[in-house]
């Protein structure tokens, strides 16, 4: 049976996925088992390096198989402390040879925003599943561009969207899923860090940024918003605030935002690099929801009208690699498609449209897209 091609048979035929499950393996072990995905990570700058690499020390379903990188050096040092052989290890120029690489089944893009669709749809060309940081691209048109090559080229695409694999939201999820605290009446994200780093970084250059704090943090802001009432908004009405011109010289410093959504819910998001934020919290007509930090690597805390809820904690990048690697080998739910990425860059464009339109109210139109 073709590695790509297994199925639960294969699975339950060696003893069940929980005995699988259940059993710890080393990293050898996993690169031999079938049942385990190979990903390459492109760009090894911080959240690779300290997130996703390490994360992919503890997944069972996927474990780190190759690199792309543009630096030497770094190539040298991961080779070297994770066991990458010479094989799987590409820089940018020589990247669409991994298409004949039979060990690398995802490519997880971990680059400057305007460098995603590039590399999701020379990854997508390639043959490989494909992962794409957040935000998805610097357009909902490149966002389009990253779908198509995925569908044309019969490979899954997931956001790099945390925290739907992560318990505390998920709970959120089911809370307004099975309206236990009533209907949503009012929901408020913010997610926001203070930036004082090197001012040549690229988060600053809307060339390879796209944006400012919208673009960065806004991102989670929304998502609490929409995924605390469980619908799309309506409309958005924006403002952006800037008091340190001379750092944030192209991209945007502070945005708060209004949405409406259906059934007259009300929303309030802020997002910053200059300010810290990170809750979001649900006034809803039998209670209330909250968890604050919201959308931080975790542990998250959350606090309801009914009480605190707790979970233990597990890395969020981990869950989030499995749950993907699951729905490539098993057909297990997506939980951050590329549409859901396409969804988030759609709101983003209509916040900056309103914000150009000095604050005017611009109408969404995402009630067709299906995902919330
Ligand atoms: P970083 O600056 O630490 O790393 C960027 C990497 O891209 C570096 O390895 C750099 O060498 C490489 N690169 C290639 N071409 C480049 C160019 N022209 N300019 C600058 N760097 C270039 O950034 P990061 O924090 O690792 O972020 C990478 C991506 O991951 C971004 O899209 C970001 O939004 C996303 N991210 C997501 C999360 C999350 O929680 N999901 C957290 C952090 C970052």
Redesign the pocket.
Known sequence: MKRRNFNNTLIKGIGGAAVLSALPMSYAMKRADENSLGIAL????????Y?LAPALQQTRHCHLAGIV???PA?AKRWASQYNIPERNIYN?DSFDEIKNNKEIDIVY????????AEFSIRAAKAGKHVIC???MAVSVAECDAIIQACESAGVKLGM???LHSEPYTQRIKRFVKDNTFGKTLYVSGDAAYISRGNPD???L?IK??GGGAL??MG?YAIQSAIYSCGMNPVSVTAQEFSTRPEYFKETDETITAQFEFPEGVVGNIMTSHNASANRLYASCSRGWMELQPA?S?GPLRGNTSKGPISFEHES??KL?MDDFSLHILEGAVNKAPGAMGKRDLMIIEAIYASIAAGGKKVELDLGNMGIV
């Not at 492109?42 to 390096?49: A, D, E, K, P, R």
């Open positions: 492109v760009g090894l700058g911080s959240y690779s390096t997130q990188t543009g630096t770094k940018y893009v971990v680059l400057p925003n305007s460098m995603h940081e957040k935000p790099g969207y945390r970084q690229w988060r250059d390879l940024s673009m960065n991102v959308s690597y969020q990048q989030q």
